[in-house]
């Protein structure tokens, strides 16, 4: 999180032992964010008061939309590790970290370079469809920031 913006929070789970938030990269072969890694395990499925941003989507129209966090391990919210196991209508290199009020995923894209800790932030229409390179139904998949960092400078009220 940026060290100048310091996010009011109007909920959280508590913390997260960092040694479960390891456990599910190593599951999932990824790396989060450090500033990511910081947040959660301080304030595990956190809630911002500003917790709306705005993205362009793929037709460059002006969107709005919000983030509820996910949580890790065993509390009463809507955890990580519940959008991981993706149906057939998901991407395996993409890493849901949180949902908007419509149930669509906010998530880090893995697909392009699945070593980086820098993903892009990305938001998945859970009722959008598109066809990949196979020809099978996706989520459509639009991008929101370049960093995790560049993401949280985006909420706003």
């Not at 669509?104 to 800790?117: G, L, S, V």
Request: with cysteine.
């Amino acid at each position: 999180m940026e060290q100048n913006k310091v996010q009011a929070i109007r909920y959280d789970s508590g913390s997260v032992s960092l040694k479960v938030i390891n456990e599910f990269e190593e599951k999932f072969k990824i790396k989060f964010p450090n500033s990511f890694i910081k947040l959660i395990s301080m304030h595990n499925g956190v809630k911002f008061l500003n917790n709306n941003f705005n993205y362009l989507d793929d037709e460059s129209q002006d969107n709005e939309s919000s983030i509820s966090f996910c949580s890790f391990g065993e509390v009463n919210a809507t955890k990580i590790d519940d959008f991981q196991d993706y149906d057939v209508y998901g991407d395996e290199k993409i890493i849901s970290f949180g949902l908007n009020g419509g149930g669509d995923y906010i998530a880090f894209d893995y697909r392009k370079n699945p070593t980086t800790d820098e993903p892009l932030v990305v938001i998945m229409y859970h009722d959008d469809y598109v066809e990949d390179e196979n020809g099978a139904s996706k989520m459509r998949v639009i991008k929101v920031a370049d960093t995790f960092d560049d993401f949280l400078s985006m909420l706003h009220e």
